[in-house]
């Protein structure tokens, strides 16, 4: 079956340090691959996405992924996060149709 | 542009007793998705829309979930009886048609069942 693991269910980190959040996925044929935030009480936003080309990707807000199909991963990376940052990031992997397998999520928490 | 909006925000009922959810997405998109996300997990969709037909409601637990589309607009979603591992957040999004294009999300419902 497919699945989409991310690495790490919770991140601490200080304001101004970089972050990265780890996603793997279990099969690299034909994979679409998305990374969406949500914020206390609010709906998930699009972070960035990946369909085909450049396996470096750069979203919203300073983040960027890169795309390894040998490894079947799709890290986030930020190279400085803001206490606004603070959030809950979910990557989700599309098998080649319109359906959406999301990953249980990483909580990231800056301390100033 | 206004969000896709969803009400009721929260909700608590006892369990055996119906429930309603209601979803209405961005002007102009075409597929409208509901997703059950449980506490600690990532969302799962029970039912996708194309305009008011519905095309994938494979995991929609039909005994007791159901859900329509009316004029290819707003959304309601609804369990009846609701038991209590219905507990979790109900999530509306949409897209202007659908994947790849970019799905919208709502800010759920919370439903508790007690």
């Known amino acids: 079956a497919q699945s989409v693991t991310q690495l790490d269910s919770q991140v601490p980190v200080f304001e101004e340090a970089p972050v990265e959040l780890r996603c793997n996925y279990s099969s690299s044929v034909s994979v679409y691959l998305f990374w969406y935030v949500q914020y206390p009480n609010q709906g998930l936003q699009l972070l960035l996405k990946?369909?085909?080309?450049?396996?470096l990707v750069k979203g919203i807000n300073g983040f960027e992924a890169e795309f390894n199909k040998s490894q079947t991963s799709f890290h986030l990376r930020k190279p400085s996060v803001h206490i606004s940052d603070t959030a809950e990031y979910f990557c989700a992997v599309s098998w080649g149709d319109y359906k959406l397998s999301f990953g249980a999520g990483t909580t990231v928490t800056v301390r100033a | 542009e206004a969000g896709v909006v969803q009400s009721p925000r929260y909700k608590i009922i006892e369990k055996k007793q119906p429930v309603a959810f209601w979803c209405n997405p961005i002007?102009?998109?075409?597929?409208l998705y509901w997703y059950l996300q449980n506490l600690g997990q990532g969302p799962e969709l029970l039912i996708r829309?194309?305009?008011?037909?519905?095309?994938?409601d494979s995991q929609l637990p039909k005994d007791r979930f159901s859900a329509e589309r009316l004029k290819g607009v707003d959304s309601t979603l609804k369990i009846q009886p609701a038991e209590l591992g219905d507990s979790a957040v109900y999530l509306c999004?949409?897209?202007?048609?659908?994947?790849?294009?970019?799905?919208?999300f709502g800010p759920g419902t919370r439903l508790t069942v007690l």
């Open positions: 002007s102009g998109h075409n597929t």
């Open positions: 829309y194309e305009n008011e037909e519905a095309v994938d």
């Open positions: 990946y369909l085909s080309g450049s396996t």
């Open positions: 999004a949409s897209s202007i048609t659908g994947f790849p294009d970019t799905q919208y």
